[in-house]
Each structure stands twice: as C-alpha cells, then as structure tokens.
C-alpha cells in the first residue's frame, strides 16, 4: 500500500468517486491496522513503520484501489484564550507546556486542540484558559522532525548560501 499526501496531483473527480477510510488519530499513526472502508469493505493497511496517516492524503492498493482518508471526529478539548481576560502570550505559553510534557497538540491561530485528559485540563485551567470538550478531527503538528503538517508548506527545498562558518548537513 503506498500513501499520497494530500492525495497530491490525483484528479477530485477521481477522488470523489473513490471509497473513503474514516480513522481517528489513534489508527492513523498506526503502520500496520484492519479496518472498512465507506463501502464495507475490509482493508488491511501496511505502511512502512512511522508512516502517520492525516485526513485528506490518499492510499493506493497494491490491486490498484483509490482510498481516501478521512479524519474521524473524536473527543478533544480545544484550548483557546479567555475571551475577557486573555492575554496574546496565553496560546503560547500553553503551547510551550504541552510541549515540554510532549502531548500531541493541534496548532491553529485561535486555538490548540489535545485529546481529552483530566490532568492537563486542569493546568490549562489554572493559567486561566478557556477550555470547551467536543468532536472534532484531530490532526497534531509531526514534531520539528517528523513529516509536514497540512499548515506547514507542502515542498521546503533547502539550496541557499551560507555566508557564514556553518557545520550542518543537508542531507
């Protein structure tokens, strides 16, 4: 099974006709899973390990299938700045502390989203952040070294001078 990101250069008419496979965050970083697909068929998915599924990106099947991925709605709290008392640094700073304690986090510019937990609810709470549960998809940032999120530009190419003594490799 190979994936396409963002089922990049696939036709929409293609697309909209293929079946659709409707996963949460939890199947979507796993490499290797059963599950159906929008016509009830049972697919077994294989990816290379690490390989992180995200809604929107496209399998191909080794007989030649289209599959699009959905992210499946789940529980999550969505974080955002009391909108009385917030102050600019609020998101940041939130952002910063999930991070230190590595919580897979959604980045938006109104709002952070994590999945539901009692603990971190909390602490959001008592750095005076409004906090609502709902479903929704999940899609959190892939780290600094991992792959690109949707947010982040799809083709970085990195050929540039260095002016400078710079000791780091490009490859």
Known sequence: MRCIPAAQGLAAPLLKRAASLTLDWDLRQKSRFECSDSQGRSVAVFLPRGQV???GDALLTQDGTLLRVLAAPQAVLRISACPRQGQPLDLARAAYHLGN??????????WLQIEPDHVLAEMLTQMGLHLVALQAPFEPEAGAYGHPTR?????HTHAHAHPHDCAHDHG
């Open 101 to 110: 304690r590595h919580v897979p986090t959604e980045l938006q510019a109104q």
């Open 53 to 55: 599924l995200r809604g």
């Open 151 to 155: 947010s982040a530009a799809a083709v």
